[in-house]
């Protein structure tokens, strides 16, 4: 899995039900001629997400389907000017392509790396913990990571334990989902989860320090599983 789900500004609340597949969306079918859907990995109320084989390349990747008509054509047109800017980094989830499924089905997608591994979800929770260096590490690593992205003008602005990755085997943290990241010049309002929001998100706008902060949450969290 590669890319996350969830809401953001002006989309769908995250009690909604999770929108439904398209029919010609099923594991097995071949889109655009290139693409061999696997494996469904992941779902929410705005997108999709396959793990896919790329016939051409030989490798496997994951797609994420915009499949809320509603607010792709705009989700797609911020990522588009989100993306070059994103930094190759080893903690950052690298985009490998962006485009629209032919006809008839002409959904946004957006394919990325596949990252062999999960989310921090289930470490959040009393399923499973880490042990404190660990968290330490990944503290660490991902500092590094949201340092660079900042570096290229570019505010995350959704940090929370179901967008990040612990890479397989060495657990290696990996940022997902960028769809609803921003370019610093551009980040107004709220936007992300309200749990992981700054206090002052709501009057000072988006910025680096907001980030951080949601970092800072979600480190809270491993540590207190609360």
């Given at each position: 899995q590669a890319l996350g789900m969830t809401t953001g500004p002006g989309r769908k609340d995250q009690s909604d039900p999770p929108a439904p597949a398209p029919q010609e969306l099923e594991v097995g079918a071949i889109l655009d001629g290139k693409w061999r859907l696997d494996e469904e990995i992941g779902k929410g109320t705005f997108a999709r997400v396959y793990r896919v084989f790329n016939l051409d390349h030989q490798r496997t990747y994951a797609m994420k389907v915009l499949v809320d008509t509603d607010n792709a054509d705009l989700a797609l047109h911020e990522f588009n000017e989100v993306q070059p800017l994103l930094p190759t980094h080893p903690n950052v989830v690298r985009i490998v392509w962006m485009d629209r499924l032919a006809p008839p089905l002409g959904h946004p997608y957006i394919v990325s790396e596949?990252?062999?591994?999960?989310?921090?979800?289930?470490?959040?929770?009393?399923?499973?913990?880490?042990?404190?260096?660990?968290?330490?590490?990944?503290?660490?690593?991902?500092?590094?990571?949201?340092?660079?992205?900042?570096?290229?003008?570019?505010?995350?602005?959704?940090?929370?334990?179901?967008?990040?990755?612990?890479?397989?085997?060495?657990?290696?943290?990996?940022?997902?989902y960028f769809n609803i990241a921003a370019k610093a010049t551009e980040a107004k309002g709220r936007a992300g989860t309200r749990r992981y929001w700054a206090p002052d998100v709501t009057t000072a706008g988006w910025g680096a320090h907001a980030d951080l902060f949601s970092l800072g949450v979600v480190l809270y969290v491993l540590v207190v599983h609360r």
């Open positions: 596949f990252v062999d591994g999960e989310t921090l979800t289930p470490y959040c929770a009393d399923e499973r913990r880490l042990a404190w260096s660990d968290i330490k590490r990944i503290g660490l690593e991902l500092l590094d990571a949201l340092q660079a992205i900042h570096e290229r003008g570019v505010y995350h602005r959704d940090i929370k334990p179901p967008n990040i990755m612990l890479e397989l085997p060495a657990h290696r943290p990996k940022l997902i």
